[in-house]
């Protein structure tokens, strides 16, 4: 075992759960069966869902409120399992279980279907949009993980094709500074891409869950990646670049990432999503129990290797069956979206007690 890896332990708990308030602020209802994802738009006026009704609705606020100003229906014939922003904010990608990926063209407010990507075999679970936003990635229930690249007159061409996991891939996240992607999968394990030599390539496996990994999520600077298990765990990994000052092996000159830290005993059930604040650096978790938990780190003078996470909120009941999708607002502090299967969006503002 890595000598830095710690665990949070649930004492911490009964010190710090008065310290933050997260408070509902918005239900939206439209979705007329789970809504299975939540993505906001890069400027955070936007909120973009998916779900089994086959429909991706856009959200917006008017006024106070935020109410439903499209609906995109004509795009898929299955299940709508995943949105996801471009980085410019023009264009939303959708995975289907239909094993098609929409891509979307905003433009004069209007959304246009640009293009239904096909390839996969079976439900296409994850889609992710590189932070060039020249690349796309998708994944899937046939075990693998393709890379669309983006050509200058909007057509999409498959880059790579990766079938290094052995189970069914949930998610797909690119670094947010590099083209780096990251994927995981009911193989327990999470692994990372990256390209060398005109092709694609698995360059690290990381593993510690003993059961589906559901999601992943990097912190603003790239260099940590948090999982999440139905285990009901969260691991958190610290990448160790070459000539690291803590002499970690970093073999062919490539960085090692290794677990540092393990948060458990807080969700009752699997858990479904994390999502890692860039603003804010607090992680929020949902799951299987209907309940969010928000975590954050105690800064110590090993956070590096030794960090510690301590929870600060917990809404218990946040929706009447399982929550699978939470994010924050990536232009509002505290501003936090999740889904469920109950059909509806919330929406939750944490803030700091008073007391």
């Known amino acids: 075992m890595f000598p830095f890896q710690g665990i949070v332990h649930t004492q911490t708990v009964k010190r710090l759960k008065e310290m933050h308030t997260l408070t509902e602020v918005e239900t939206l209802s439209g979705h007329s069966d789970r809504v299975w994802c939540v993505s906001w738009s890069p400027n955070g006026s936007l909120l973009a ?3 089994g009704d086959k429909s991706i609705r856009i959200w917006g606020k008017e006024g106070e409120k935020w109410i439903c100003k499209s609906i995109l229906t004509d ?8 949105v996801s922003w471009s980085p410019c904010g023009m264009y939303l990608a959708a995975a289907s279980f239909d094993a098609t ?15 239904t990507l096909e390839g996969h075999e079976n439900e296409v679970k994850s889609t992710s949009w590189a932070c060039t936003g020249n690349l796309l990635a998708t994944c899937s229930r046939d075990k693998s993980v393709w890379i669309w690249e983006v050509t200058a007159d909007e057509e999409f061409e498959c880059a790579s094709v990766m079938s290094t996991h052995t189970q069914d891939v949930k998610r797909v996240k690119w670094h947010p500074n590099k083209e780096i992607l990251a994927s995981c999968s009911y193989d327990d394990t999470v692994r990372l891409y990256r390209e060398q030599a005109d092709d694609w390539e698995c360059f690290t496996t990381l593993k510690g ?8 999520d990097f912190d603003k600077t790239g260099s940590r990646l948090a999982s999440c298990s139905a285990d009901a765990t969260v691991k958190i990994w610290q990448e160790y670049e070459p000539g690291n000052p803590e002499c970690v092996a970093t073999p062919d000159n490539v960085s090692t990432w290794k677990c540092v830290c393990t948060i458990g005993g807080y969700h009752e059930r699997a858990i479904y999503d994390i999502s890692w604040s860039h603003l804010s650096g607090l992680l929020a978790t949902s799951s299987g129990d209907d309940s969010l938990c928000i975590f954050s780190e105690i800064h110590s003078s ?16 946040a929706h009447s069956q399982d929550v699978n999708c939470t994010v924050w607002s990536p232009t509002e502090e505290g501003l936090l979206a999740s889904c469920s299967d109950d ?9 700091r ?3």
């Open 49 to 51: 869902s998916c779900g």
């Open 75 to 82: 795009g898929h014939t299955r299940t709508v399992r995943s």
């Open 101 to 115: 990926t929409s891509v979307w063209s905003r433009k004069a407010g209007e959304f246009e279907c640009l293009a």
């Open 209 to 216: 869950h003993s059961s589906t990994v559901w999601a992943i």
């Open 302 to 317: 090993d956070s590096r290797n030794q960090p510690q996470f301590e929870l600060v909120a917990r809404v218990r009941g």
């Open 343 to 351: 059909g509806t969006i919330k929406l939750w503002k944490l803030e």
């Open 353 to 355: 007690d008073e007391k």
